[in-house]
């Protein structure tokens, strides 16, 4: 059960690399990309096209760029991820509690 969300996490973890080296490198290809961080060119060819799918980058002739809605995501995503580790904090089950058998 908790694997899918470990692997999930692991995911969206690659896909917000990828934008920070959008963002602090615009343009930037796939190979460029693939050679700093390590992920084979198809693991970062498909964090691009979910980046663009959610309309955070788009493509030039020279690679990778940023839209004008990235900076707003960028502004809520400390607070997204902070939300997000509350509700798993939430749902933790105290040292206390034992299970019964």
């Known amino acids: 059960m908790i694997d899918r969300l470990e692997k999930e996490v692991d ?16 343009p930037i290809g796939i190979v460029k990309m693939s050679n700093e961080t390590g992920y084979p060119h198809h693991k970062v060819r498909y964090s691009l ?8 980058i788009e493509p030039s002739s020279q690679g ?12 809520d995503l400390d607070e997204k991820v902070d939300q ?10 105290d040292d206390a509690a034992e299970v019964e058998s």
């Open 11 to 26: 995911m969206l973890e690659r896909h917000l690399q990828v934008l920070r080296m959008v963002i602090e490198n615009e």
């Open 49 to 56: 096209r979910v980046l663009e799918e959610e309309n955070l």
């Open 64 to 75: 990778a760029i940023t839209t004008e809605q990235t900076q707003e995501f960028v502004d």
């Open 84 to 93: 997000t580790i509350e509700k798993l904090e939430g749902m933790k089950i």
